[in-house]
T-cell receptor, first 113, second 117 residues
Framework: DTEVTQTPKHLVMGMTNKKSLKCEQHMGHRAMYWYKQKAKKPPELMFVYSYEKLSINESVPSRFSPECPNSSLLNLHLHALQPEDSALYLC????????????FGQGTRLTVV | AQKVTQAQTEISVVEKEDVTLDCVYETRDTTYYLFWYKQPPSGELVFLIRRNSFDEQNEISGRYSWNFQKSTSSFNFTITASQVVDSAVYFCALVAHYGFGNEKLTFGTGTRLTIIP
């Protein structure tokens, strides 16, 4: 199984809502990532978890809250988002550090209204 | 600081033509890794290749080939006999080794490749 599974695939939420994005992998990878990608732009790193500990936070606003409950799961909790947060949110994993082949999920396309 | 430049924003070629996607990178580190990823319309990024800074050997994988030249800081990607399924956005990316747990994948801006049937 070389898949990274993200749910939901699409999400529309209001600015006062709370929602969560979920990412799952069963490849035994110990590094997991959240990226944000706006249309016609490259992915931008948000967070890196290494061995279930947050190792990088790219100065992401606190309305985005990551969580790594175990080595296979990565969540991104969303609260009080703004319309400019609308984007494709990609999860990825790699064996144990960044300079390795990363496997990406298909992403969650988020629209904030 | 690291930087990856993909000067070609969009390329269109007719099917079966060869096409080369350019990638130029900047880093002060002597140890680094270069990548190419493909992003089809479905959204996920698909890993194509990884090359470390000490291995300048060119690589061929089927219709795909990569030319790594440290002298010009370039890592170009050629598709031979292009097919419609090659239509996608292609990203070149760089990781410079500056400490375990702190490496970051720096992406270029991507090249949108369209293969015309």
């Amino acid at each position: 199984d070389t898949e990274v599974t993200q749910t939901p695939k699409h999400l529309v939420m209001g600015m006062t809502n709370k929602k969560s994005l979920k990412c799952e992998q069963h490849m035994g990878h110990r590094a997991m990532y959240w990226y944000k990608q706006k249309a016609k732009k490259p992915p931008e790193l948000m967070f890196v978890y290494s061995y279930e500990k947050l190792s990088i936070n790219e100065s992401v606003p606190s309305r985005f809250s990551p969580e790594c409950p175990n080595s296979s799961l990565l969540n991104l909790h969303l609260h009080a988002l703004q319309p400019e947060d609308s984007a494709l949110y990609l999860c990825a994993s790699s064996q144990d550090f960044v300079a390795q082949e990363a496997f990406f999920g298909q992403g969650t396309r988020l629209t904030v209204v | 600081a690291q930087k990856v430049t993909q000067a070609q924003t969009e390329i269109s070629v007719v099917e079966k033509e060869d096409v080369t996607l350019d990638c130029v990178y900047e880093t002060r580190d002597t140890t680094y890794y270069l990548f190419w990823y493909k992003q089809p319309p479905s959204g996920e990024l698909v890993f194509l290749i990884r090359r470390n800074s000490f291995d300048e050997q060119n690589e061929i994988s089927g219709r795909y080939s990569w030319n790594f030249q440290k002298s010009t800081s370039s890592f170009n990607f050629t598709i031979t006999a292009s097919q419609v399924v090659d239509s996608a956005v292609y990203f070149c990316a760089l990781v410079a080794h500056y400490g375990f747990g702190n490496e970051k994948l720096t992406f270029g801006t991507g090249t949108r490749l369209t293969i015309i049937p």
